[in-house]
């Protein structure tokens, strides 16, 4: 058997080498840990710059039609033509149509179609549409006023194309001269 010394140094040692191992064990464990969330250092935390990512311009290859009389300008796609008398946007293609009226308000309280039979659902001959074609309008914005005693209408008429999106960003480039 063993004496009682002995066996105290087995059991201090045994200790030790427990303490020892934990230790080990303990200090790569925080190793570990530095280098997975290393210590961000003191001072103030960096404020992230945001910034805006421009939106591309779509209208910014279109012509633009200026009325001198009424003081207005609107942009239109360059595959479209413009005719003077009817203030009439057209694409090359057989379309609809966008057109422009400007008209005295002593007509206010009188229906577009009442005003301008143009203006109502309607069959035409038409040269932009080369056959008779049932045209009916697809949306109308309607600016009471904005020439003092004259009121505007901007129309969208459908054709074999849905041009919404066309109307939608040539309205978005219409701006007043003054």
């Not at 796609?77 to 009817?86: C, R, V, Y």
Request: net charge negative; aromatic share 14%; proline share 5%.
């Amino acid at each position: 058997m063993m004496d009682e010394k002995t066996w105290l140094k087995i059991v201090f040692l045994s200790i030790l080498g427990i303490i020892l191992a934990v230790g080990l064990v303990f200090a790569g464990y925080k190793l570990g840990q530095r280098s997975i969330y290393p210590e961000l250092d003191e001072g103030p935390t960096p404020t992230p710059i945001v910034e805006a990512t421009p939106t591309p311009d779509l209208t910014a290859n279109w012509k633009t039609y200026t009325n001198i009389k009424y003081g207005y300008s609107i942009k239109y796609p360059l595959d479209w033509s413009f005719e003077e008398e009817t203030a009439r946007f057209a694409p090359k293609e057989n379309g609809g149509y966008i057109q422009i009226r400007i008209f005295s308000n002593a007509n206010r309280g009188v229906t577009l179609c009442e005003l301008d039979r143009s203006n109502c659902n309607f069959v035409i001959d038409n040269k932009i549409f080369g056959e008779r074609t049932k045209i009916e309008t697809m949306d109308t914005i309607f600016l009471p006023g904005i020439f003092g005693e004259y009121d505007m209408s901007i129309t969208l008429y459908k054709g074999k194309k849905d041009y919404s999106s066309t109307f939608n960003l040539m309205l978005s480039t219409f701006k007043s001269l003054e």
